[in-house]
């Protein structure tokens, strides 16, 4: 069965600190690795991810996908406190347009 | 450009009752998803439609139905409500099946009471 296994659940850092989020996947066929930042509603879309070892940069926001560990990680610098959200760390299949959730990552900065 | 829209926002609803949600994707998308969100968890995949096609349908039950009209809008339906069906459902849309990122629209709050 499909699955995506984020860690941690939870984090709590302060202001500025370096946070690095972690995304492991079992995706059939994968076609690519998604990264959402969702905080009350609607997730919205930060990065996507189809070949390894390139990354893909936006601001402080920054993934790496390694296709062969099957893994990603999510990095924010500097963080601030407007980055206080869920991350949710998803896998594409070729087979079908699905998209498969891991639990996500709550994380809270102080300020 | 508007987003991805669902209406209503909020719903209330009693044990056995139905319930219509309904969705216009991004204008020129023709793929639509939906997704229920339970508390504390990721959205779990309900279904997918494509040119009003189903094209993919995750582990619901058959209480679940959608479809998908000519102008790409699409309505969920859930029948005969149990209390586990209270979360957060979100539709996303992208261009084409199979084409990725999708986005997603702020989704329906229903709860059961």
């Known amino acids: 069965e499909d699955k995506v296994v984020q860690s941690p659940l939870s984090l709590v850092v302060h202001e500025g600190d370096t946070v690095t989020l972690n995304c492991s996947y079992e995706?059939?066929?994968?076609?690519?690795l998604l990264w959402y930042k969702q905080e009350k509603k609607a997730p919205t879309f930060l990065f996507m991810l189809?070949?390894?070892?390139i990354e893909k940069k936006s601001g402080r926001l920054s993934s790496i996908l390694d296709k062969k560990e099957l893994f990603s990680i999510l990095n924010i610098t500097a963080t601030q406190t407007g980055d206080s959200a869920v991350y949710l760390c998803?896998?594409?299949?070729?087979?079908?347009?699905?998209?498969?959730f891991g639990k996500g990552t709550r994380l809270h900065i102080l300020p | 450009d508007a987003g991805v829209t669902q209406s209503p926002t909020h719903l209330i609803k009693t044990r056995g009752q139905h319930v219509t949600l309904r969705c216009s994707p991004i204008?020129?998308?023709?793929?639509v998803s939906w997704y229920q969100q339970v508390l504390g968890q990721g959205p779990q995949f309900i279904f997918q439609?494509?040119?009003?096609?189903?094209?993919g349908r995750g582990n619901f039950p058959d209480r679940f139905s959608a479809r998908q009209f000519p102008n790409y809008s699409s309505e969920l339906n859930v029948n005969a409500l149990l209390l586990g069906d209270s979360a957060l459902y979100l539709c996303?849309?992208?261009?084409?099946?199979?084409?990725?990122?999708?986005?997603f629209g702020d989704g329906t709050r229903l709860s059961i009471l």
């Open positions: 189809t070949s390894s070892g």
């Open positions: 996303a849309s992208s261009l084409v099946w199979g084409n990725q990122p999708q986005h």
């Open positions: 439609y494509y040119e009003k096609e189903e094209r």
């Open positions: 204008s020129g998308h023709k793929s």
């Open positions: 995706v059939t066929n994968f076609r690519s």
């Open positions: 998803a896998g594409a299949s070729n087979r079908d347009d699905k998209i498969i």
